[in-house]
C-alpha cells in the first residue's frame, strides 16, 4: 500500500482540527487546576476519559451553588439585624388591623 504522505498530513490536521473543536465547546473555559493524589487516583478509576470534564463541572457547579446560598443567607442575615423585630402579638395586631382596612 502506498501512501501519499501530502495527503495523509493533511488527513491527521482534519482529525486533530475535528478534535479539538469536540473538546473546546462554545461557552467553555479551561481551567488548570491541582487534585490531591487520591482525589486524581479516583477520577481516573471511576469515571470514563470523556466524561471527567461533565463530572468535575457538575461537582463545581454545585459547591458554587452552595456557596452562592451562604453568601445569601449571611446577607438576610445581616439585614434582619437592621431591621425591627416585633413580638408575636404586635405581628397579630398588624394583621388584624390590615385585614379590618381591606373589608372596610
Known sequence: MCL?????????????KIYA??????????????LQDDVHEDLLKLIPARKRSDVINEALRKELLYRKRELAAARIKQLRKRSATLTGREIVEAVRADRSRSTS
Open 4 to 16: 501519499d504522505w501530502v495527503s495523509t498530513l493533511g488527513y491527521y490536521e482534519a482529525v486533530e
Open 21 to 34: 473543536n469536540a473538546q473546546e465547546e462554545p461557552g467553555m473555559g479551561k481551567v488548570n487546576v491541582s
